[in-house]
């Protein structure tokens, strides 16, 4: 088990930053790729930015590249993603996921667990 909590979500005007945080307990060692994703309303969950727990390989959506970084601290079992040049199309609840399988990266249902979901929202 692996046990995720989400933190930095909040109201920014757009052009403006956030830096999300997502916390792993349980068993850490497992985990092979770190995740976050994105859910607008009445939109599908969709991928957003990955990280290779170990090594530190990343990945990003098109919609993101060039304005979020994910990055990891393995000493605090702790993920982030600093998300910059917000435009409102981010605003979303943003979930970070964890794979211990392998079978994730940038496919939603390769990840074995989720957080509850930080709220972002983008105003024009």
């Known amino acids: 088990q692996v046990q995720l909590v989400e933190s930095g979500g909040g109201l920014v005007q757009a052009g403006g930053s956030l830096r999300l945080s997502c916390g792993a307990s349980g068993r850490t060692f497992s985990i092979y790729y770190m995740g976050w994703f994105r859910q607008a309303p009445g939109k599908e969950r969709e991928f957003a930015a990955a990280i290779n727990w170990s090594g530190g390989s990343t990945i990003y959506a098109d919609s993101v590249k060039g304005r979020f970084t994910i990055s990891r601290d393995n000493a605090k079992n702790t993920v982030y993603l600093q998300m910059n040049s917000l435009k409102p199309e981010d605003t979303a609840v943003y979930y970070c996921?964890?794979?211990?399988?392998?079978?994730?990266?940038?496919?939603?249902?390769?990840?074995?667990?989720w957080g509850q979901g930080t709220q972002v929202t983008v105003s024009s």
């Open positions: 996921a964890a794979d211990l399988n392998g079978s994730g990266w940038y496919k939603r249902d390769g990840y074995d667990y």
